[in-house]
């Protein structure tokens, strides 16, 4: 590179990682891969703008936004950015420039081309950094081949289990979705179901276990299944669901099926860290391809959670005769690390995409027609994919808002949650902090919620012996009943000023009594995993006193309908979680939730934050902005991640 343009270009990164707008790392990758080999201002640039995109989420950097509108692409102003751009000298004004920019350097290596094992990956019309090319490369490769391994179940069999096991009358629009979830899930060694709150998704997946278990024959004595989600909560409900399930399930078949001996052969489900057997201070697993799960059935609930490497890992410790199936709300948040996999594999989920041989097998197995509308040529991951279409428990003005948020109108949304009077939902606007705060305090009138609840059990004294469990459970309960979710962690309207002044203003109505970090009554959410102590990343607990050793605090957790506990001062990794961000509340519901709305959210503010917020509400949902127009410029856009996933699930 020209030397003159390093120092300059160094300062400018500098300059854009004091105010915030770079992480240290981004400016860090720049230097490390200018000190690596002869670079070029454009290359350390880009560099920086890549490790940048990847802390956003995204996997890879499209060479036409960086050449069209790189501010844009960073949220920038033309201000903001124009130092970096006057730093780097000539810029590169499209795509085929940049390629002979990047395909040029020593530090990228250009897929066709030898591999030197160069940190940064050119792919087409996209730059990767190396391990998020290989992960995603590795997931579509694993992908396709499931989706294109068929089995041949016996299809009379099939449609007899499956008229036994959905004995109500077709609907959503003549298909029963559910039913033909299940048939199309058999036939591979992939299924992926998804849908909305309320559309079924483990209803579903109870009745395709009990299919598996029915059409296995002599095999299902041994058939090995497992079950796991991303977080604790969610890996407990999901465990919870399919339980009560089965049980309901057992009741219908009879002893032709012994429902109720396969939910107690399955276990517990698990958080995907503990299934892969996460290992202290290394990103490797202990399953991997050479020591793979010992699983013939595996289900992963809120997929829409999961991120690229872990996808990656997950798909390669799984044994390649085993069955996965995913099920998730595709239009939901995608994960907070690189990636939207889940959003990627059902891309084409809205629209069927329904070959002749699938459409000739759902006929046969479940007596459904699909539609005419959903027929077409959407490749081997459209065969294995069902989208559920009707909600059967979220409806009311909550299921309507958030179709209005998805469906991106924001006049409809306004107008429910304007027009809505029974008070199932509310907008707070224009609002001040101290209306989130008072919401904390004592919920909305009419509706109730608030933490006054779960504080004054509390207050009111822990019973003594067995009972002390369920009282645990109960305060838990309560706790759990109500949540004020953030767009951002910090700020006036983020995660840690309303902890603050809610902490503040509970301690003030004499409902805590603060004593440093730890005091009872603190609600903690853990923010990372340690296996020592068997508590994972989101788990939420509850700071209680301990009834063994007095003046002692201890943090209880609520795993299904058992509680258990670990020693305060062993928590580490906990953060105060009064208020907590969307991204967090994933795989949770909660009675009453109230979504707030940052001032400034940057890019945080968008169509899916706001859809996610919505439908973590049970029976209330209350709205707080302190402008109007935040809605509509949140609902207005959507979360878009660069990714070359798509592309290659579909070759």
């Avoid at 519901?589 to 001032?599: D, K």
Wanted: hydrophobic share 45%.
């Amino acid at each position: 590179m020209t030397m003159m343009h390093e120092p300059a270009l160094f300062a400018v990164l500098d300059g854009l990682t004091e105010t915030g707008q770079l992480r240290r790392l981004s400016g860090a990758f720049a230097r490390f891969i200018g000190s690596v080999g002869s670079s070029s201002p454009q290359l350390m640039a880009a560099c920086a703008l890549l490790s940048e995109l990847e802390g956003s989420g995204h996997s890879c950097l499209l060479l036409a936004d960086l050449a069209a509108t790189p501010a844009v692409l960073m949220g920038w102003t033309e201000e903001q950015w124009q130092p970096l751009r006057d730093a780097v000298g000539e810029w590169p004004q499209s795509a085929t420039a940049w390629r002979a920019v990047l395909a040029g350097s020593g530090q990228v290596w250009s897929v066709g081309d030898t591999d030197r094992q160069q940190p940064l990956v050119l792919d087409g019309e996209r730059l990767y950094l190396r391990r998020y090319w290989r992960d995603e490369t590795q997931v579509a490769h694993a992908v396709r081949s499931r989706a294109l391994t068929a089995r041949a179940p016996d299809v009379a069999d099939v449609r007899r289990w499956l008229d036994v096991l959905f004995d109500h009358a077709p609907r959503e629009g003549g298909a029963d979705w559910q039913k033909i979830a299940c048939a199309v899930a058999l036939r591979g060694q992939l299924g992926i179901i998804t849908g909305g709150p309320g559309t079924g998704k483990t209803y579903t997946v109870a009745r395709l276990l009990a299919l598996l278990f029915a059409t296995e024959g002599q095999r299902q004595a041994g058939m090995r299944i497992a079950m796991a989600a991303p977080t604790g909560k969610a890996a407990a409900r999901l465990k919870q669901s399919i339980d009560q399930a089965l049980d309901v399930l057992a009741a219908k078949v009879g002893p032709a099926l012994p429902l109720r001996d396969l939910a107690a052969r399955m276990g517990a489900a698990r958080t995907l860290h503990s299934l892969l057997g996460a290992r202290p201070d290394t990103r490797a697993f202990q399953h991997h391809a050479g020591n793979p799960l010992e699983v013939d059935v595996l289900i992963v609930d809120e997929a829409s959670m999961i991120h690229l490497e872990m996808m990656a890992s997950l798909l390669a410790a799984l044994p390649p005769h085993a069955r996965l199936i995913l099920l998730g709300d595709k239009d939901q948040l995608a994960s907070v690390e690189a990636g939207a996999v889940l959003g990627d594999l059902c891309h084409r989920a809205e629209t069927g995409g329904y070959d002749d041989a699938t459409l000739a097998y759902v006929a046969a197995a479940t007596g459904q027609d699909i539609p005419a509308h959903f027929r077409g040529h959407g490749g081997p991951i459209a065969q294995q994919t069902v989208m559920l279409r009707q909600s059967r428990r979220f409806g009311g003005p909550i299921g309507a808002l958030a179709l209005a948020v998805n469906a991106g109108d924001s006049l409809q949304a306004q107008e429910v949650l304007r027009g809505t009077t029974d008070g199932t939902v509310a907008w707070v606007e224009p609002a001040q902090q101290s209306d989130v705060v008072q919401l904390a305090l004592a919920g909305r009138p009419g509706v109730g919620g608030g933490y006054q609840g779960y504080l004054r059990l509390i207050r009111a004294g822990a019973p003594d012996g067995a009972a002390h469990d369920d009282w645990v459970a109960s305060v838990l309960k309560e706790f759990e009943a109500f949540r004020i979710l953030c767009a951002v962690r910090e700020g006036e309207w983020g995660v840690a000023g309303l902890n603050e002044v809610i902490e503040h203003k509970l301690e003030a109505a004499g409902l805590i009594r603060r004593r440093g970090e730890w005091y009872v009554g603190r609600p903690v959410m853990v923010t990372r995993n340690d296996y020592g102590t068997g508590v994972f990343n989101g788990d939420i607990g509850l700071t209680l006193a301990d009834p063994a050793r007095p003046g002692a605090l201890r943090v209880y957790f609520l795993e299904g309908e058992k509680v258990r506990s670990v020693l305060a001062t062993r928590l580490r990794n906990v953060e105060t979680a009064f208020a907590m961000t969307v991204h967090k509340s994933q795989g949770s519901e909660f009675n009453h939730t109230v979504l707030a709305l940052p001032r400034d959210g940057g890019g945080a503010l968008a169509r899916e934050l706001v859809y996610t917020g919505i439908t973590r509400a049970r029976s209330y949902f209350t709205l707080v902005s302190p402008s109007p127009q935040l809605l509509q410029e949140a609902i207005s856009q959507r979360t878009q991640r660069a990714s070359g996933l798509r592309g290659l699930l579909d070759n």
